[in-house]
């Protein structure tokens, strides 16, 4: 079990100032198994030897962008915040976990997709047959409007034929 530090008590260990390991901490932090506690960072003591070589580098004048690819190749486990949760795992874990997570996403993605298209088949085909159904109803509704209207004209006509006879009673 690991004993966790502040970095008060990792400055009086190392001789490292306090700035300076602030500073290492957030850039490499990630590579670092830390935790908080409160507004205290503390430091799981078996850090102390990777800080130790991170100033090393520091002053062999080395930039921040080489000494992270250096403690990236060593293997060091990456301390990956997973739903609030801090778990530590190398790199090479990280992309894995990632990628097995995001293939689930896509595979469940795609069959909601999947589910979202038949769906949307379904609906068509329930379009296109209420579609036929009111158009059916349609074509007989103007049917019998216009055998109606037949029938009114012809009634009509009938009626005007018969005012018109009984109009002029000399013509037969």
Do not use: F
């Given at each position: 079990?690991?004993?966790?530090?502040?970095?008060?008590?990792?400055?009086?260990?190392?001789?490292?100032?306090?700035?300076?390991?602030?500073?290492?901490?957030?850039?490499?932090?990630?590579?670092?198994?830390?935790?908080?506690?409160?507004?205290?960072?503390?430091?799981?003591?078996?850090?102390?030897?990777?800080?130790?070589?991170?100033?090393?580098?520091?002053?062999?004048?080395?930039?921040?962008?080489?000494?992270?690819?250096?403690?990236?190749?060593?293997?060091?486990?990456?301390?990956?915040?997973?739903?609030?949760?801090?778990?530590?795992?190398?790199?090479?874990?990280?992309?894995?976990?990632?990628?097995?997570?995001?293939?689930?996403?896509?595979?469940?993605?795609?069959?909601?997709?999947?589910?979202?298209?038949?769906?949307?088949?379904?609906?068509?085909?329930?379009?296109?047959?209420?579609?036929c159904v009111i158009d059916d109803r349609l074509d007989a509704r103007d049917r019998?409007?216009?055998?109606?209207?037949?029938?009114?004209?012809?009634?009509?006509?009938?009626?005007?034929?018969?005012?018109?006879?009984?109009?002029?009673?000399w013509k037969r």
């Amino acid at each position: 079990m690991n004993d966790w530090l502040t970095v008060g008590e990792i400055e009086r260990q190392t001789r490292i100032p306090e700035r300076t390991l602030r500073r290492y901490l957030e850039l490499h932090g990630h590579h670092l198994q830390t935790r908080r506690q409160g507004r205290s960072v503390l430091v799981a003591e078996s850090v102390i030897s990777i800080l130790q070589q991170i100033r090393d580098w520091y002053e062999a004048g080395w930039n921040a962008g080489r000494v992270e690819g250096a403690l990236s190749e060593s293997g060091l486990p990456v301390t990956v915040a997973v739903d609030g949760h801090d778990m530590a795992m190398t790199a090479t874990e990280a992309l894995q976990t990632l990628q097995q997570s995001m293939a689930t996403a896509m595979t469940a993605m795609a069959t909601e997709m999947a589910a979202l298209r038949q769906e949307v088949t379904t609906s068509r085909q329930e379009t296109e047959q209420l579609r036929c159904v009111i158009d059916d109803r349609l074509d007989a509704r103007d049917r019998q409007l216009m055998e109606l209207i037949r029938v009114m004209q012809q009634q009509a006509a009938e009626h005007a034929q018969a005012q018109k006879r009984s109009w002029w009673p000399w013509k037969r």
